[in-house]
C-alpha cells in the first residue's frame, strides 16, 4: 500500500445543467461511474465520494461502485467546501491525494498513473496535469498540505494553494484534452455524446 488516495468532488447543484449531470448517461454508465471506473484502473487505491446535492440518488449508484462517500453540509458554500470535507474524511493511511470534479469522466487513468509516478520521483508535494500549456485535473495533494487548504479562503480556491507553495508544484505535460473538459451545460454534454457515437 502506497498510501495513494481519490476525492471526487459531486456534491454541486448543477445549476447551469438544469438537472443532476453525475447521472448523465456516458458511455454505458452514469457519469460519475465513469469517473470511479477510471480513478479505479489507476494506481489509486481508494476513492471517496463526496457529496452534497442530490445526496440520495448518488448514494444508490456509488454503492455499485468500490468507492464511498461522504456529505459535505457546507456544499452550497461551493467547491472548495467539499476539498475540505473530502480531505477531513481521508483514511488516515491516505498520504497523498488526487482531487477529481465528478464530471471530468474523460481523464483517463494512464493521465492519473502519470501524475503519481511523477510525485513519487520528484518529490514535489503538488502535481498537476497540463495540456496545451492549460492546467486541468486532476490535482495531486501530498497529504502534509491539509492543515494548509483547511486555512484556503472559499473565494480563492483549491488553485491557490499552488501558488503558496510555487516551489513545491511539478507541471506534467499530457496529451490527454479530457483533464481541460467538464460538462457544465447540456449543449456540452450532448456535443460529447454525439462525436463518440
Known amino acids: 500500500m502506497d498510501g495513494i488516495g481519490a476525492i ?3 456534491a454541486g447543484e448543477s445549476k447551469r445543467m438544469g438537472f443532476p449531470k453525475m447521472l448523465l448517461p ?7 461511474e465513469n469517473v470511479i471506473a477510471n480513478v479505479s484502473e489507476s494506481l489509486v487505491e481508494s476513492a471517496l465520494v463526496v457529496l452534497g446535492a442530490e445526496k440520495d440518488k448518488l448514494i444508490e449508484v456509488i454503492k455499485k461502485t468500490t468507492a464511498t462517500w461522504c456529505y459535505n453540509y457546507n456544499y452550497k458554500e461551493g467547491m472548495l467546501s467539499s476539498v475540505k470535507c473530502g480531505f477531513q474524511n481521508l483514511s488516515l493511511d491516505i498520504k497523498v491525494v488526487l482531487v477529481f470534479q465528478g ?11 502519470s501524475l503519481i509516478e511523477s510525485y513519487k520521483s520528484s518529490g514535489k508535494g503538488i502535481v498537476i496535469p497540463v495540456y496545451n500549456g492549460k492546467r486541468g485535473h486532476p490535482l495531486l495533494i501530498d497529504r502534509k498540505y491539509s492543515n494548509d487548504i483547511e486555512k484556503l479562503d472559499t473565494r480563492d480556491g483549491l488553485r491557490s494553494l499552488a501558488y ?4 513545491d508544484v511539478l507541471v506534467v505535460e499530457t496529451e490527454c484534452p ?3 473538459r467538464d460538462f457544465d451545460t447540456y449543449k ?5 455524446i454525439n462525436q463518440t457515437e
Open 8 to 10: 471526487i468532488l459531486a
Open 26 to 32: 456516458f458511455h454505458g454508465a452514469t457519469m460519475i
Open 103 to 113: 464530471d471530468q469522466p474523460l481523464i483517463t487513468s494512464d493521465v492519473i498513473n
Open 164 to 167: 503558496k507553495f510555487s516551489e
Open 178 to 180: 479530457g483533464i481541460l
Open 188 to 192: 456540452e454534454y450532448i456535443n460529447e
